[in-house]
């Protein structure tokens, strides 16, 4: 709840999109947090510190924004109406804090709550002692208590920190909260707070408080051992920490516990203090909670001869065979909470508590029935009643859970869809094209249309291609289908963008819109590639597929065109020449042009003369060819460059490497499986 509290604060402070920088700066992979289930205590460190960062303000003034706001935040689900009938005044409502959180654990098992309690309250304000296993959230709870001082009881507050305490499991803040204290009286005084004529304060007269009435505390004699069996769970020791009574409740789970040290059978748990006489008389107005030191060995619940009043020790109860006991095991320790009185007559500690169940099996184990329970208060009911809300409980986390998981599944099936939407622009456009359309460079010109003074081309045709169309059109779907991937796969390894010519022919350019000028170099080292290919590629005819490759440099004009359409193309004499040499080309040869052959000669390319005068056919344009006969390296030539213009851009040109799985798409059925 802490960290969707956090969220919200951000979120109305800033906006969804500011919680969403701070999420992913953090690296929370979490979109949204189960209320119910826990977290790492890291998770709103990384928090805090991404909105640090980003928002630029203090860590100390941030967790005092998130904590004013998780106040508004848990009213949403009606937690105000708790808080608002906590106390009637600011010092009872953080006087009953801990009774809240030791509510709100029925809800949120694995809470590790906060300690509060206040002392030296005077006309102006009191000092709060604050204990935490958590570190860091000192200016969090500063930010809920001034929330809640002036939105429950319209009081504002200032708040000094004293002192703050860091152990290794422990923190503890000591902190002044001032403010107008009214209702304070003084111990068995009234103080009556009279004002001047302008308002101002003057000291009032001091008077006993007069008895209402009625019958005198002297007639109200009650007798110890029915009072002690009202109260079955209470525990009377004296100044020096040894148990001089128990109650039945405690006698049924603990019959050897008395005339022992009370510290060496229990361990206060809430308040966070230690165990003494001095501090139990200094904190009578908290709230106590003690667990057994060991855990409660299983009893022989139909053992006892008698109950013989809470007050005696008659009775016995008999310890049954338990091969399972380990006495660190706090699920079966025994828990009470209650008030803590000094009795200046017994000179003793009084301790009135109940007992804290989980549930029904943690009764049965201690050897408890539900008639050992108090009659007068909700003791009974609370046991009852909370197995079945602990049921209901779960049904409502597994619902939750449920739905949580469903919203993951389907930001994460979004954020595939949005993938492959991107992806499928990638066919079209270049990615650095795409940067740019998306991206601050939007609106410039550039982004859409540019020229490019030089640019190579790799052409590919298949020999014999109208041979084949008289073969089984599946099968020649198929051999087109693994030549186009494969001819797609090896852009992708080159850095090439590929064209969709739309016909029985494949394309590819190096040099827009990244330039570089080794184009030719990515564009010779794919061709090589691609006829090794083509090798292996069986046609319908039980034929190697052979490839007629060629590769031309020039001038070309690259851009966006298209309204419904878009799409990435070329313009420009260097396409149609690279499609005139590849007709003069050979099958597994490539027919360089002269303006490739001088780009490439320098590099480890065997390149001879093919003595060809390639010509369109309208005979207007003439290109004279050379052979690419293969290269030097075992690996790509362009490896050995010194070429930092894709330094920026991992993941090229195609589309192959970001699909994650295609085989929904289309299905692609080996050619030989066919034939």
């Avoid at 539900?370 to 009643?385: E, I, K, P, Q």
Wanted: glycine share 6%; hydrophobic share 40%.
């Amino acid at each position: 709840m802490i960290l969707e509290g956090i969220a919200d604060a951000v979120k109305r402070k800033w906006d969804g999109a500011m919680w969403t920088s701070i999420r992913k700066k953090a690296g929370i992979k979490y979109k949204a947090f189960q209320v119910h289930r826990p977290y790492s205590e890291t998770v709103p460190v990384k928090i805090v510190r991404a909105s640090v960062e980003i928002t630029g303000r203090p860590a100390d003034e941030l967790m005092e924004l998130f904590g004013m706001t998780f106040v508004l935040y848990i009213s949403k689900f009606g937690y105000d109406r708790i808080l608002r009938v906590l106390g009637r005044t600011l010092v009872q409502f953080i006087n009953g804090l801990d009774n809240l959180h030791e509510y709100l654990r029925a809800s949120y098992v694995k809470m590790k709550p906060p300690s509060f309690f206040c002392e030296d309250e005077t006309r102006y304000g009191l000092t709060l002692h604050y204990r935490s296993k958590r570190r860091g959230y000192v200016y969090y709870v500063m930010g809920q208590i001034a929330t809640i001082a002036k939105l429950f009881f319209n009081t504002p507050v200032e708040m000094e920190l004293l002192t703050e305490d860091e152990s290794m499991d422990m923190t503890h803040v000591t902190m002044r909260l001032h403010f107008e204290n009214l209702t304070f009286v003084d111990t068995n005084k009234a103080v009556e707070v009279k004002t001047d004529a302008d308002g101002k304060e003057i000291e009032g007269e001091e008077k006993k408080e007069e008895d209402g009435g009625g019958l005198h505390e002297s007639g109200l004699e009650v007798d110890s051992k029915m009072f002690f069996d009202v109260f079955p769970f209470h525990i009377v020791f004296d100044s020096e920490m040894i148990i001089i009574n128990i109650g039945s409740g405690i006698k049924a789970c603990m019959p050897y516990c008395k005339s022992q040290s009370i510290d060496e059978m229990f361990a206060i748990t809430r308040p966070t203090l230690e165990f003494t006489i001095e501090n139990i008389k200094s904190h009578t107005n908290c709230v106590f909670e003690m667990i057994t030191v060991d855990a409660i060995r299983k009893q022989d619940r139909y053992s006892a001869t008698g109950t013989g009043g809470s007050g005696s020790n008659s009775g016995t109860m008999e310890d049954v065979e338990d091969t399972d006991y380990d006495p660190d095991d706090q699920s079966k320790c025994l828990r009470v909470k209650g008030q803590m009185f000094w009795m200046e007559e017994w000179n003793a500690i009084l301790f009135l508590g109940t007992p804290v169940m989980d549930g029904l099996e943690k009764m049965f184990h201690v050897g408890l029935f539900v008639n050992d329970l108090s009659m007068h208060d909700s003791s009974r009911d609370l046991v009852l009643a909370g197995s079945q809300q602990a049921a209901e409980l779960k049904m409502a986390t597994d619902t939750e859970t449920e739905k949580t998981a469903l919203l993951d599944t389907n930001a994460s099936v979004l954020t595939n869809r949005k993938k492959r939407a991107t992806e499928l622009v990638y066919y079209h456009t270049p990615i650095l094209a795409y940067g740019h359309l998306t991206g601050k460079d939007a609106r410039k010109a550039e982004a859409y249309c540019a020229n490019h003074p030089e640019v190579s081309v790799v052409y590919c045709e298949l020999e014999g291609f109208n041979t084949l169309l008289k073969s089984n059109p599946l099968q020649l779907a198929i051999l087109l289908n693994t030549i186009s991937d494969q001819f797609e796969r090896l852009c992708e390894k080159h850095k090439l963008f590929m064209l969709d010519l739309g016909s029985s022919c494949w394309a590819a350019v190096s040099g827009a819109p990244i330039e570089t000028k080794f184009s030719t170099v990515y564009c010779a080292d794919l061709a090589i590639e691609l006829i090794n290919v083509a090798n292996n590629i069986r046609q319908p005819d039980g034929n190697a597929a052979k490839a007629m490759i060629s590769i031309h440099t020039g001038l070309c004009m690259a851009g966006l065109a298209g309204i419904r359409t878009p799409r990435y193309d070329y313009y420009g004499h260097v396409i149609a020449t690279a499609e005139i040499l590849c007709k003069s080309s050979q099958g597994n040869k490539t027919l360089l042009s002269e303006a490739a052959k001088r780009k490439i000669e320098d590099f480890p390319f065997d390149i001879t003369d093919a003595g060809l005068e390639c010509k369109d056919s309208t005979g207007t344009m003439s290109v004279t060819g050379h052979w690419l006969a293969g290269k030097q390296t075992a690996g790509p030539v362009w490896n050995t460059l010194d070429d930092s213009s894709f330094d920026e851009m991992p993941g090229m040109m195609s589309l192959s490497s970001k699909m994650e799985d295609t085989s929904d798409m289309f299905e692609c059925i080996p050619v030989d499986e066919i034939y």
